[in-house]
């Protein structure tokens, strides 16, 4: 993956440091939990040069390696892994949040286990492993198992799309835990992810102050209500652009910054 330039030096000024590109991951840079192609990685270094660019993802910075690079955090300006709950700027480590400190263990427990629970008695036609995934600031819920072949992956993605099974485990754990001011929200083919209200994709909003940047465009393709793009593609503090592939996206960067 060459092409991408290190950090800004003050022999690498941009032509608009104040125009930010924000990027979600799958379905806009890549294919879902597909590696970027050779294409995009030229199109955004191309970027890089212009204006600032970051990348925002829910999956943690291990995942964002795999598909981005292991140079991830130098090859955009900023790089925020679960929504900006681990965030790096220019390679440097900005900010770190967990939520086993944040909500206790015990609360913690209680909810794995009625979920796990809940899964195990759930009638779908498979199932394979890694249900939950803890991260630094999020809980990964997957109804199929995170551990399914990319056959599996798109099967129940369309299997899912009919019977919404996601949708309505979501409703479940809604009600069976009002006080935990969780947010729930489904990305991805397999997967909905779970955090404390307010650690949504505009948590890395933060991070960025408005004193830095006159335009904040975000790019992501998961854009409805209950997508896990919607809440920072609304925000009132950035320019959303839904996408529906990378290809769409690369179009999209053609457009705006030709």
Known sequence: MSGWNRPNTPTMAKANPRILALFDVDGTLTAARKVV????????????????VGVVGGSDLVKQKEQLGEDVIHKFDYSFSENGLV??????????TSLKEFIGNDKL?????????????????????TFIEFRQGMLNVSPIGRNCSQEERDDFEKYDHIHQVRSKMVNVLRAQFPDYNFTYSIGGQISFDVFPTGWDKTYCLKFLSSADYD????????????????????????????????????????????
């Open 87 to 96: 965030g790096y700027h220019n390679g440097e480590c900005i900010n770190k």
């Open 37 to 52: 192609t050779p294409e995009m990685t030229s199109r955004i270094a191309q970027l890089k040069k212009k204006i600032t």
């Open 109 to 129: 427990n209680k909810f794995i286990n009625f979920t796990l629970l809940y899964i195990a008695n759930l009638d779908i036609p498979v199932k394979r492993g």
């Open 215 to 258: 335009e904040i465009h975000f790019f992501g393709d998961k854009t409805h209500v209950g997508g896990n793009d919607y809440e920072i593609f609304v925000h009132d503090r950035t320019i959303g652009h839904a996408v529906k592939s990378p290809e769409d996206t690369m179009r999209l960067l053609d457009e705006l910054f030709p």
